[in-house]
């Protein structure tokens, strides 16, 4: 049986949302991404902790922009899905699938 | 281009983000300024700095642990070493109020000097001050006093390791001595409340422990490097 580094639900949820937004993934677009599906604000902060920790992992890797004037003179972190990140992620996927169906209740969506 | 007051993040959070969190600082504060200007509020940027503080004191104790070990006891230690010197403080304070004011509290004890007795002598000039200077000298003398330890037991943990930045301790330091002094301050006005007590004391116990933590966590050089892959 292999062994299986768990990802917490906004870990997964923040790897879908970089997934989603492709070459454009850094801070702000990836908490507005989250923020929409999940009608919660979400602070910048958790974000940056739990991309971190994904990198720690090598599930992304990230490279700095160039700063610009409306940022402060900051530049943007962009962040992508490693070959590794994606297998974990449909390795989650396939597990939560199996976990749903065995369970009645959550049949048809209903609650 | 004219720049607009209201497009403006608030000064005193980016500065705070930028003493605690000095490298996490360039791309979220970056994030916030976009979000801040896109037409965001100062209250969600305040939320937002403060939560990212928070994160990033978690994220680095988690990694730092030993150093955090180290700021709880030196904090206790600093503790033991003032009530040492002041094994009835609250009597002390209260002592202190009715001699400036004349106002009677009952059940002043008299205060029984066990330690550093010449920083007590000190201390105690504060008595024949009238009230608020003598306020102002107890609550500078004891920040000063914890301040001093405090220091000294940054630099002792980062000198010994051979990675003390000397660039990091003014941040560091002011901020410790905000802390103090503040606690210091509302700790002296709520010695009188008698409900207030307990609550008073575990403040006098657990501000020297968190102004070490803070201390250290904005010392430590590792604390820059928090979140650098680039």
Redesign the interface.
């Known amino acids: 049986m292999k062994s299986l580094a768990y990802l917490s639900d906004f870990e997964l949820m923040t790897m879908l949302a970089v997934l989603r937004l492709a070459d454009n993934a850094?801070?702000?677009p990836i908490?507005r991404e989250i923020e929409e599906q999940t009608k919660r604000?979400v602070?910048?902060?958790?974000i940056?902790?739990a991309l971190?920790r994904l990198?720690e992992k090598g599930f992304v890797?990230?490279?700095?922009g160039e700063?610009?004037r409306?940022?402060?003179g900051?530049?943007?972190?962009y962040f992508h899905v490693t070959r590794r990140g994606m297998r974990q992620i449909r390795e989650t996927q396939q597990t939560l699938i199996k976990l749903w169906r065995g369970v009645p209740e959550l049949e048809g969506g209903r609650l | 281009m004219t720049k607009s007051n209201s497009l403006e993040p608030p000064k005193l959070a980016t500065w705070l983000l930028e003493q605690f969190s000095p490298v996490l600082e360039a791309p979220l504060a970056g994030d916030l300024i976009e979000s801040f200007r896109q037409g965001r509020s100062s209250g969600w940027y305040w939320r937002q700095v403060l939560w990212a503080i928070l994160v990033a004191f978690l994220c680095s104790s988690r990694k730092q642990w030993g150093r955090l070990a180290y700021a709880v006891v030196c904090g206790g230690l600093v503790s033991a070493t003032w009530f040492s010197m002041f094994p009835k403080t609250a009597s002390t304070y209260v002592q202190s109020i009715t001699e400036s004011t004349g106002v009677h509290f009952e059940r002043i004890q008299v205060q029984e000097v066990r330690a550093l007795p010449g920083v007590f002598d000190l201390y105690a000039k504060s008595y024949g001050i009238h009230w608020p200077w003598s306020l102002v000298y107890q609550v500078a003398f004891q920040t000063i006093f914890q301040a001093v330890i405090i220091t000294f037991a940054v630099c002792a943990y980062f000198g010994f390791a051979r990675i003390l930045k000397v660039q990091n301790l003014p941040g560091a330091l002011l901020v410790v001595v905000v802390v103090l002094a503040g606690s210091n301050l509302a700790v002296t006005f709520l010695t009188v409340i008698q409900p207030l007590r307990l609550a008073v004391w575990l403040v006098l116990i657990s501000t020297p422990t968190l102004a070490m933590i803070i201390g250290t966590w904005m010392t430590d050089p590792a604390r820059t490097a928090w979140f650098v892959s680039a």
């Open positions: 850094y801070g702000v908490a604000e602070k910048l902060g958790s940056y902790a971190e990198e890797v990230s490279e700095l700063p610009t409306e940022r402060g900051r530049a943007k972190r």
